[in-house]
């Protein structure tokens, strides 16, 4: 890929429950890390990408670029999409076509606003006739995963492991979490409890199975290839990236099992990364459920199809950190997940590139995976609605 | 707060789940298109509309609801999945209908899987009160327990009378009941109400009559428990019936609602004659229908004599002049100002007049029409075989029949209010289609309805001999809704909140 966009500098707030502060507050604030991470200042803006779901819904907010002028006192241009994916495709086309040097992106939400209709309006704006029929944000999950375990037969033992791999996947998500200062959850959980939870329930999947709804805002400095090395030594590069978009009504889809978007954004991210599939060694997948995190594994290639759940429950039978599939080593959602991290949804894709950013640069902690030193490639996946819209970006850093 | 133009866009589409084919490809869309989304600008004008309403589907995969999202708060636990279509060409979301998920209650989703259901025209979910109501038939429920799958074929009619009479009819009533003592009635489930049983009773009696739907010219809806003061149920039913010819969204038929207490249909039927029997009106057919989720104050209160009676349902009858199974001989109704039982406007329940509803109301009216109209036509008891009287409850039919010279196997018959309850608007033509249901050619019926504030329309009826042939055309008559394994009993304060709705 051409004038590869240079991730100099990522900043975010936690992800949880934010009473107290405005939804401006949470964006200056991821800002701010950014900014101070990268010693950037705002008049060095030229432009700002910026995304929020359902700010104008939740918080009554139009014109969120308003704010963000304010704040910043700045009047350059400023454009808002719904997730972070989408606002930073358009910074990176800007940047590639030389219009931008150094631009923001940014995303925020602030869903615990609305807490009493969050659930209908998650829902008619995912998939409005699921939504007339009775259909909850959880239902399309679990429909999936019927749909799944009626495809490739899934029955008796198997059942109950494909059972258990979900649970461990959530257990997994929890366990990358307490080492994430960020996460809103940084507590451990059992399979037990996440098997309790969907006992409880009478259903496929338990409150344990589902992110969370959260509070939160990421930012992140995107700079030309050229510019990058007067803010850091060691920028991360967007090496490739493609979206693709599929049907608002999930059953009318052609295939229940998978998400069509997120295969063929990650087929068209590799070409223009000029990767392969096994390099990546570091994974952001946008596990809005435990069954979304198995699915992605699959879509996106690494698993084949109608087997992400084997590779997962043997990997967590004596869990080290990543799952082996085919004898190759995958880190997957190490900052948590959304299911432990987070999932603001506008803000939700800049801390998965937050948390790529940090692997690769070696500077994520307690969390840092090293593999013959710090990977060289990562990836995220993103998606909006019940995969409505897939994002895949694949980051390589210095090394790479 | 409701947008109107967005509810009856859902509404047009939803309660007929209409859909297309492309004529090129054969590929099917639910939603109408102008052109298929495969075939592009070539298929323009190459989409035949097709609609589901009369359809079955497979559940293809289901899970469980048990917390929904607002609106669906009042239908409780549910069963939400998605069905298939013509072998996968279509899928549509789908929630269960008519199933009441147990406290704890654990679902076998794969036993559900695979099944055959059928589309249900439903109330779709809770609004505020002052909202138009939304309706919508992506509500299912199993093809092999209470209601069948029935296909509905036009046949073309091959005898015509001199005479204007009945050409079909539809009775129909929920799954749920509630038993006290002797006597059985009919429960509605919580997502339905007078409209939805209206528009369920005209479409098991268009299955009936084989009449096609686009030849009705008029549909009467009589009801004294439409959720609207004002908005008529009728205009629903000829809009999800595809009543007349449609044209641009607008179907080419006159829909009224009348009201009067419990003859508000009973009252349109010989309107409904006349039309058809009128050559300049040009009305093949015409619909009437009664249909009430019959209201009743709780036990303990003003008026709550009523709440032991009360039934749900709806009943529709087909008049024309071809293919007749019974014909009108004729007619007679009389009225007068006796307030024996009201509700005034903005009230929920109506009140009675305890003993002023015997005697001087329902005694005096019904037996003032009987009586003329058999004296008109000349007729003695023995010259009918069944009759027909309003049902408020069994005692009632009982005296009055027995007072007019009716042996049991005269009235017996007719006699559904242990079965149903009160079904107002519905009670004696749910009479009348249970004696239709078993009634031989040559036949005379003797219906006499009563509506409160008061009247009665007598009718004498002379069954044909193609009543007979129609009789296996219809998988729903009242017996099979009365006395049927997939009833669901329900105790008083399920009831109660099962009436009062979504």
Known sequence: MPNRPAIVAVGRTKFGEHYEKEPEKLIEEAWLRASEDAGI?????????????????????????????????????????????????????????????????????????????????????????????GCTPEANHELMLRAYIRKYGVKGEDLEKLDIALAQVSVKNHLHATKNEYAQYQRKITVEQVLNARKEARKPLGLYDFAPISDGASAL???????????????????????????????????????????????????????????????????????????????LGFCKRGGAWKSIYQSCQDYRGYYEIDGRR??????GGLKADGNPLGATGGAQIFEVVKQLKGEAGERQVMIDGTPKYGCVLELEGFGTKGYVYILGGTSS | MSSEPIERRVSYLGDRLKGCRCLICGKEYFEIRDYCGS??????????????????????????????????????????????FHNGKIRVPCRLTDRMIRQGEEIDFSAFEGREVVPRFRRRYSVDRSDIIPTISLAFTFADEYYPHQEYAVVKPNKEY????????????????????????????????????????????????????ALVGKVYVGSESNPYAVKPIASKVAQVLKLGEEDEGVQGVDAVDTEFACKAATSMFKDAASLVNYPKANIQYSMVIGADNSQAAPRDCPGGELDLFVGFGGCAYIFGK?????????????????????????????????RFTGDPAYFKH??????????RLGLKPSDINYFVAHQPNVQFPVRIAKELGFKE??????????????????????????????????????????????????YSLITTSQIIEKRNRQKMPVAYQAQNPFLEYVDYTTYRRLKLGM
């Open chain 1, 41 to 133: 200042e705002r008049k060095d803006l030229e432009a700002c990408y910026l995304s929020d779901y359902f700010l104008p819904i939740t918080n009554k907010l139009g014109l969120e670029e308003g704010f963000l002028s304010e704040l910043t006192e700045l009047h350059v241009p400023m454009e808002v999409t719904r997730s972070f994916s989408s606002a930073l495709s358009n910074a990176c086309n800007a940047i590639q076509a030389g219009r931008y040097n150094i631009v923001l992106v940014g995303g925020i939400e602030k869903m615990t606003d609305r807490w009493d209709k969050i659930r209908d309006d998650l829902m008619l704006l995912e998939d409005p006739w699921s939504y007339y029929a």
């Open chain 1, 221 to 299: 400095i995107l700079t030309s290839d050229d510019v990058a090395k007067k803010f850091t030594e060691k920028p991360v590069h967007v090496l490739g990236f493609a979206s693709a978009t599929d049907y608002l009504t999930f059953p009318a889809r052609q295939d229940l099992t998978r998400f069509t978007v997120s295969e063929i954004a990650m087929k068209n991210a590799l070409k223009r990364a000029g990767i392969n599939l096994w390099e990546i060694q570091v994974l952001e997948v946008y596990d809005q459920s435990t069954v979304m995190e198995m699915i992605s594994l699959e879509d």
């Open chain 2, 162 to 213: 001199d005479a204007p009479g009945i050409v079909g009819y539809g009775v129909y009533t929920s799954k749920f009941r509630i038993k006290e003592g002797n006597i059985t009635r009919s429960v509605p489930f919580v997502d339905e109400d007078a409209i939805t049983a209206a528009v369920e009773a005209g479409k098991l009696a268009l299955i009936h009559s084989g009449v096609d739907s």
């Open chain 2, 322 to 354: 071809t293919d007749l199974i019974a014909e009108i001989e004729g007619w007679y109704s009389c009225t007068s100002d006796t307030p024996d039982f009201w509700r005034r406007d903005g009230e929920p329940f109506p009140m009675h007049g305890g």
């Open chain 2, 39 to 84: 075939c592009g600008r070539k298929s323009f004008g190459k989409m035949a509309n097709i609609d589901l309403f009369y359809d079955k589907g497979v559940l293809e995969v289901c899970t469980l609801v048990n917390e929904p999202t607002n609106k669906f708060t009042k239908l409780g636990s549910y069963v939400y999945g998605i069905v298939s």
């Open chain 2, 366 to 375: 019904i037996r003032k029409a009987a009586k003329k109209l058999m004296e």
């Open chain 2, 409 to 458: 196997e005269q009235y017996l018959p007719s006699l559904q209010v242990a079965n149903f309850g009160n079904t107002y608007s519905g009670s004696s033509p749910v009479g009348l289609a249970a004696v239709l249901d078993i009634a031989k050619p040559e036949e005379r019926i003797l219906i006499v309805s009563y509506g409160s504030g008061a009247g009665s329309d007598a």
């Open chain 1, 330 to 335: 995958l880190f997957v959602n190490l900052n």
